[in-house]
Each structure stands twice: as structure tokens, then as C-alpha cells.
């Protein structure tokens, strides 16, 4: 079970890092820490040179939520990131890691998020990555729940492109 929380929680960092950097207003380095934080990366302490290259990852993710490409492109981002799966046990019991023991911040977000992407990928499909199709939201997510398929960052925002399909369609 901690397993599979932490393959959803590598798709689940991921969104959350591409949603916090290249949409809306993006997020300060300080909301950048906290988040890593929300997710459960040991030492959320990020330098600033850290934050550059964790925003330059985020724009690199970014493409992987829809659109052509994305096996081509996860592959791509697997093999520029330093990778060796094992397993770590910190007080959590035993679970998978991916980047190499000892690695920095960075390259621990970079080997989790790659890999949690792929895994969404290889066991939901590569269409249930997408960005929201509410408008004026720019926001990503990862659908990896079962059922039908997911147009929507938020429930909020299914909700109000429902509403203001129903007030369209009233109105015509
Ligand atoms: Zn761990
Ligand atoms: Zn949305």
C-alpha cells in the first residue's frame, strides 16, 4: 500500500509542481518548499539555484499533460534523470525510491515525478494526463482514478463549466 501511495504521490508531485510554476500567477520559492513539503520530500529546504532548476523542470513536465508525444517525452525525461530504483525504509516502512541513494533535492523531485508519470501512464493511459478544459484555467492533473475519464483540474471547476453550460444552453 505505501508502494502505490508513493507511485500516485510521484504523479501527484508533479502536478502539483507544473500547476504551482507555469500556471496562474505561478508560486513564490517559499509556496515551491512548502509544497515538497505537502508531498513528503525529506529536507524541503531549496536553494535558490534548487528553485531555478525546479521551475526549469516544471516547463519541462508541463508538455507531458496532453497532447502528442507524451511516451516519447517521459521517455526523454527518464533518461536525463539519474535513476536508481531501491528500496528505502525512514521511518515510513519499506518503499520504492528511484533516484540514487544520497541524491539532492532536486534530482529526488525529478527521478519521483519522471517516474510517477510513467507509471500513471503505463497503468491508466497516456490521454488521462490532461489540462483542464474549464475556461481561463490553465491548470494539469493526473487522472488515475477508475471510471469515466476526467476534463477538470478541480470539482470546482467541473462544476462551474457545467454551470455555464446549462446558463448557454438555457439562454439558446
Ligand atoms: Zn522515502
Ligand atoms: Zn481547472
Not at 87 to 107: F, Q
Request: charged residues 20%.
Amino acid at each position: 500500500m505505501e508502494t502505490s501511495g508513493y507511485r500516485i504521490n510521484g504523479a501527484g508531485t508533479a502536478v502539483a509542481l507544473v500547476n504551482a510554476v507555469t500556471s496562474g500567477a505561478g508560486s513564490s520559492d517559499r509556496g515551491l518548499a512548502e509544497l515538497l513539503g505537502a508531498h513528503r520530500y525529506l529536507v524541503p529546504e531549496p536553494s535558490a539555484a534548487d528553485v531555478d532548476r525546479l521551475r526549469d523542470w516544471a516547463h519541462r513536465l508541463r508538455p507531458a499533460f496532453g497532447g502528442p508525444g507524451v511516451i516519447a517525452l517521459l521517455n526523454e525525461l527518464l533518461a536525463d534523470v539519474p535513476l536508481q530504483p531501491h528500496i528505502s525504509d525512514h521511518g515510513l516502512g519499506p518503499h520504492l525510491h528511484y533516484g540514487e541513494p544520497g541524491a539532492g533535492l532536486v534530482d529526488r523531485v525529478r527521478a519521483n515525478t519522471a517516474f510517477g508519470l510513467a507509471l500513471a501512464v503505463c497503468e491508466h493511459g497516456a490521454e488521462r494526463l490532461g489540462c483542464c478544459k474549464a475556461a481561463g484555467c490553465d491548470r494539469v492533473y493526473a487522472d488515475v482514478q477508475r471510471g469515466p475519464r476526467r476534463r477538470y483540474c478541480s470539482r470546482a471547476c467541473q462544476n462551474r463549466s457545467s454551470a455555464a453550460a446549462f446558463r448557454a444552453r438555457r439562454a439558446s
